[in-house]
């Protein structure tokens, strides 16, 4: 049994976040509350003191520095602690399970690792293997965990990109974690073939609100969500 902890979005708050055991540890991005070289080093040393004896990450549209300044964090990140991986549209195999990491998200203002929806953004779906078995992308496919509050407004409405849902249905990974949509942190949905997970522990206010969520892989890669 292989037993995964997921969370996202934690914007600085990641002192506040109870971290339940497991093998493997994975963040979804968005570690910076301001976009700064500092709040990279304070994450990194944080999620470095864990037990798990594996971690992975990657970066989300406020981690200014992966995209700004990628050769002064390269050095950081090769002076990271034996079993982190930071991945970015890369991949990495750990206890058997195959890992693929994309910090890219639809266009949203001019925050970091945008891209435009259609070729632009698909271009970096298309690079994801078909044999993944847990997909981490910062923002969700659409339709799934997706829903974001209106402001002005009492409705919501779905803001994922239907490229990632398009690849992620061709692809079929047994787990698809993401964040980035605060409002529907905490949610998860099961498919036949796909376990998709909002693991968000910010709320729309940003406070720490919803717990990481746990999964669980049998030796026969089924997954199962733990309580």
Not at 158 to 169: A, N, R
Request: glycine share 8%.
């Amino acid at each position: 049994m292989i037993r995964i902890v997921a969370f996202s979005d934690t914007h600085g708050s990641h002192m506040e976040v109870k971290l339940p055991e497991g093998d493997i540890l994975v963040c979804a991005g968005d570690i910076c509350p301001h976009g700064q070289l500092k709040d990279v080093e304070a994450f990194i040393n944080w999620f470095g003191v864990h037990p798990h004896k594996h971690k992975v990450f990657i970066a989300g549209n406020h981690d200014r520095p992966f995209e700004s300044d990628p050769g002064v964090v390269d050095t950081i990140l090769k002076n990271m602690p034996e079993g982190m991986h930071y991945l970015q549209d890369s991949g990495v195999e750990l206890m058997g399970l195959k890992f693929w990491g994309s910090p890219v998200s639809p266009r949203f203002f001019n925050w970091s690792f945008n891209r435009d929806r259609g070729e632009d953004i698909k271009r970096h779906w298309d690079m994801i293997p078909n044999d993944t078995d847990v997909l981490i992308t910062h923002g969700p496919p659409y339709g799934v965990c997706d829903e974001a509050y209106r402001f002005g407004s009492n409705a919501t409405e779905k803001v994922g990109c239907k490229d990632l849902l398009d690849v992620s249905l061709r692809v079929a990974p047994k787990l698809h974690v993401f964040g980035h949509i605060h409002y529907s942190g905490g949610t998860s949905w099961v498919a036949p073939k796909t376990t998709y997970a909002n693991v968000s522990v910010l709320n729309e206010n940003y406070t720490v609100e919803y717990k990481p969520q746990v999964f669980e892989f049998d030796f026969e890669n089924n997954v199962s969500i733990v309580d």
